[in-house]
């Protein structure tokens, strides 16, 4: 059974650009979240999707955007890169409407502004 | 209210002896534990986790202590090995509206020597 799969795994972009990375569910799983991860916050809560719909988002600004397919696949995207956003990005994906019993996390995209 | 505070920051552990990492969190409407492992290069994995009905829960070497009370949780590694070297994080959930969240804490570093 294939595990979430995130691509890119690597990402150098310049302050200013956007950017988009994705992430493919485990099969059947229809909640999908993402988590930024840096060193100095650790790993922050983004947003989180479910049958296409955002259910919950975290304390980001509105340059951080995200959506959901119908084959539930996502993507999240950020406009106008500043310096901090470089961070590992995190999908996790879950079977279960309540979607925090039982995530399983992709390997991440690394994403380094420059 | 949302905060989940984890200690220590990093532990060095002998092979074979016990690791130990506590939790505190402060929303009392949280009501699911669970704490993952994360290796370098990867995300994090689901280890164990527990609900506030129950006060203990073991799998394998693993052990999660929870006091409702004093609303703290730890993590306990018995036998510890050199391959449970990795960040453990603890994390905290619960329904809120339509959708819950993860919560993590600040992570532990773990190394066991030989």
């Known amino acids: 059974k294939a595990g979430v799969t995130q691509t890119p795994r690597y990402l150098i972009k310049t302050r200013g650009q956007q950017v988009t990375l994705s992430c493919s569910p485990i099969?059947?799983?229809?909640?999908v979240s993402w988590y930024q991860q840096t060193p100095g916050q650790g790993l922050q809560f983004l947003f989180e999707?479910?049958?296409?719909?955002?259910?919950n988002k975290g304390n980001f600004p509105g340059r951080f955007s995200g959506r959901q397919f119908s084959n539930s696949r996502s993507e999240m995207n950020v406009s106008t890169l500043e310096l901090g956003d470089s961070a590992l990005y995190l999908c996790?994906?879950?079977?279960?409407?309540?979607?925090?019993?039982?995530?399983?996390f992709g390997s991440g995209t690394r994403l380094t502004v420059v | 209210q949302q905060q989940v505070k984890q200690s220590p920051q990093s532990l060095i552990v002998q092979k074979g002896g016990i690791s130990i990492i506590n939790c505190a969190y402060e929303?009392?409407?949280?009501?699911?534990f669970p704490w993952y492992q994360q290796f370098p290069g990867k995300g994090p994995a689901l280890l164990i986790a527990?609900?506030?009905?129950?006060s203990e829960k073991k799998e394998g070497r693993f052990t999660i202590s929870f006091n409702k009370s004093a609303k703290q949780f730890s993590l306990h590694i018995m036998d510890s090995q050199p391959g449970d070297s990795a960040t453990y994080f603890c994390?905290?959930?619960?329904?809120?509206?339509?959708?819950?969240?993860?919560?993590f804490g600040t992570g532990t570093r773990l190394q066991v020597t030989l």
């Open positions: 996790a994906s879950s079977l279960s409407r309540e979607a925090n019993y039982g995530y399983t």
């Open positions: 099969s059947g799983h229809r909640s």
């Open positions: 999707y479910f049958s296409e719909t955002q259910r």
């Open positions: 929303n009392t409407a949280f009501d699911y």
């Open positions: 527990i609900r506030p009905d129950v």
């Open positions: 994390a905290a959930s619960g329904f809120s509206g339509t959708a819950s969240k993860l919560t």
